[in-house]
Each structure stands twice: as C-alpha cells, then as structure tokens.
T-cell receptor, first 114, second 113 residues
Framework: KAGVTQTPRYLIKTRGQQVTLSCSPI?????VSWYQQTPGQGLQFLFE???????NKGNFPGRFSGRQFSNSRSEMNVSTLELGDSALYLC?????????????FGPGTRLTVL | KQEVTQIPAALSVPEGENLVLNCSFT??????LQWFRQDPGKGLTSLLL?????REQTSGRLNASLDKSSGRSTLYIAASQPGDSATYLC????????????FGAGTRLTVKP
C-alpha cells in the first residue's frame, strides 16, 4: 500500500508570492490534516479536511487555506508569503475517526521564503 | 484543551542500553496517544498508537504505555541501536474524537556505538 505523498518536496519563494502544496493520502483514507513544523514552534495544526469539508481549523491567519478533492487529495495554499512562513509543511492521512484512528504522515514540503 | 510535554529534550545513551522516553498530557479524558519517530529533515513515522481503553502496545523492541490517571505515557526501547537515533514525538488529539493532534516538542535521542 502506497504511503502519503507530498509534492513538491522543496520550494523557494520570495515574500509576497503565493504557493500551493499538494498531498495525496493513503488509498481509502478520507481525512487529510496539515501541520506546520518550525524549530521555534514545533508542530502546529493548520486544518483538517474530511470528505471535501474542512472539519477543524487551527489558529493560523486567513492567508493559509486548503481544499480537498473528491479523490481525497488535498491542497494547501499560502498567499502573500512572509519570511516566517518558512517551515516544513506536513500532511497526515487517516481513516477519519475513532480511537483507533492512526495518523500517517508524508515526507513533507520544505518551504523557504526569501 | 490538551497540552503535551516531553522531557528531557535530548538524551544520549550507549548502544545496547534499555531506555524510557516520557510524555505528559493535561487532559485525562484522552482519546488516544500516538508515538512517532522523526529523522532530521524527514516526515514522521508512526511507531505506536494507544487507544484510551488500552494500557500498553508493543511492536518489536518498542513498548508504549498509557496511564490516564497520572497523565503520562512512556515509550520503552529495548536494546537500543545507533539506528534508533532520531527525535521521538508523542501526540494526542486536542479534543476527543477529532484529528487536531497536539504534539510534544520531542526528545532527541542519540545512541552511541
């Protein structure tokens, strides 16, 4: 069974630009969650999509948005990039709910904002 | 609101030693707790998931326990190897039943040959 894939793996952008990251979950999984990881803040939850609907949202500005398609693939968009957006962006795939709901992470996209 | 803490931030042990990593959480109504491993610059690899109804889970040389009353989980690694060197993170849902996972800051483990 293929794991979680994320593209691209590396991105370099300049301040003010926008960026779109993609995540393909494990086949059959309907939930995709996005996280930002930085040395100072650690792993922080951005949002979760389940069956094309945003189910949970973390405490990030509106510049961060996402969507999920009917095949469960998800995209995350960051507009008007700031230097502080430089981070490793990780997505997690899971079946959806339940105490046995194990999260599986992709390799991440390393975003550098210059 | 669930908060997760991991102490120590770093640990160095000689190869072959058995070791315990600690994870503390604030909400005893925990739904489940998951342990991950992260190698530098990589994504997270799931190690073990413990459901709230379970006391422990085992996978190979790894054993994770969950004590809801004390707000603690431990990850026991037997006969450590240099390949076990990585950062170990624990995480629990912020709210019972959702996928907003709260992570500890991690313990960076170094196993010296």
């Amino acid at each position: 069974k293929a794991g979680v894939t994320q593209t691209p793996r590396y991105l370099i952008k300049t301040r003010g630009q926008q960026v779109t990251l993609s995540c393909s979950p494990i086949s059959g999984h309907r939930s995709v969650s996005w996280y930002q990881q930085t040395p100072g803040q650690g792993l922080q939850f951005l949002f979760e999509y389940f069956s094309e609907t945003q189910r949970n949202k973390g405490n990030f500005p509106g510049r961060f948005s996402g969507r999920q398609f009917s095949n469960s693939r998800s995209e995350m968009n960051v507009s008007t990039l700031e230097l502080g957006d430089s981070a490793l962006y990780l997505c997690a795939s899971s079946s959806g709910q339940g105490a046995d709901n194990e999260q599986f992470f992709g390799p991440g996209t390393r975003l550098t904002v210059l | 609101k669930q908060e997760v803490t991991q102490i120590p931030a770093a640990l160095s042990v000689p190869e072959g030693e058995n070791l315990v990593l600690n994870c503390s959480f604030t909400d005893s109504a925990i739904y489940n707790l998951q342990w991950f491993r992260q190698d530098p610059g990589k994504g997270l690899t799931s190690l073990l998931l413990i459901q709230s109804s379970q006391r422990e889970q085992t996978s190979g040389r790894l054993n994770a326990s969950l004590d809801k009353s004390s707000g603690r989980s431990t990850l026991y690694i037997a006969a450590s190897q240099p390949g076990d060197s990585a950062t170990y993170l624990c995480a629990a849902p912020e709210v019972r039943g959702n996928n907003d996972m709260r992570f500890g800051a991690g313990t960076r483990l170094t196993v010296k040959p």
